[in-house]
């Protein structure tokens, strides 16, 4: 594995590949890593010849200061898990390589952005589209894989790519969780043991009301889901929506789209953890 931390050495070991008639898929990742990210290099791993992650805590998505101070950084360890699933490159290079200048573009996302984490996460989706641009500019690779615990994430990506006219794939992977059903996140070290114990309510909630919504309204669900983990002591739910799986728009009537997942944002302490969960798929 060869690890870089200059765009020039990046786009030379690109290059090279690309020369040699190599197929390029690109895991963008802000380290920490999990088996979450894990399960997006194998992915990877195994529909491109060459595989190169990105480990970069990008300044420009973080609306909250405290968030990105205290976001985790594990280099050597993310190297070694990156190294035992055969990424080829990694790239971790500093703020000042991937910002030589403050990049004051401001992106119109459009209706995607404008719902659950825009208005809750100004100016988090605007740096998503900066850092992940940049990247797509410095890789251009042929693929490039996002998990779905990020789920209005993707919808803003493919947004940007279709904007700027990237010729590339976007590969959406699955949630990984732990064992009790909480989704793996980089946050989650960050939780209390007392609040660990009870975060999986969230995912319990979510899939309990799979059965739930069978025979109730989408108002109904949300407030089953909503009052269900804010039951619990230090939990609090941010937003319980059911969006159409494509737009994002919130839906009112189960009949109101073909494909309905529900994304949540829930305190946990002070800690913000992300889930959702597909009702159908028509
Ligand atoms: P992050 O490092 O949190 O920016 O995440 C990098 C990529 O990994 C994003 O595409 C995330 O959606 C994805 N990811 C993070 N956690 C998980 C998970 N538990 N399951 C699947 N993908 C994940």
Redesign the pocket.
Known sequence: MLTVTTVKELKSAVKQAREAGKSIGLV????ALHE??K??VDRCRKENNVVVVSVFVNPTQFNNKEDLRTYPRTEEADKALLEAAGCDVVFMPTVEEVYPEPDTRVFNLGPVAEVMEGPMRPGHFNGVAQVVSKLFMMVEPDRAY?????FQ?IAVIREMVRQLGFKLEIVP?????EADGL????RNVRLTPENRAVAPCIYRLLSESLDFAQSHSVEETIAFVTGGINAHDAMEVEYYQIVDGITMQPITEWADTGYAVGCITVYCGDVRLIDNITYFRK
């Open positions: 963008p990742t802000m380290g979450g990210h399960s997006l996002f998990g779905e615990k990020d994430q992977c699955p949630i990984v969780r989704a793996k996140s980089s």
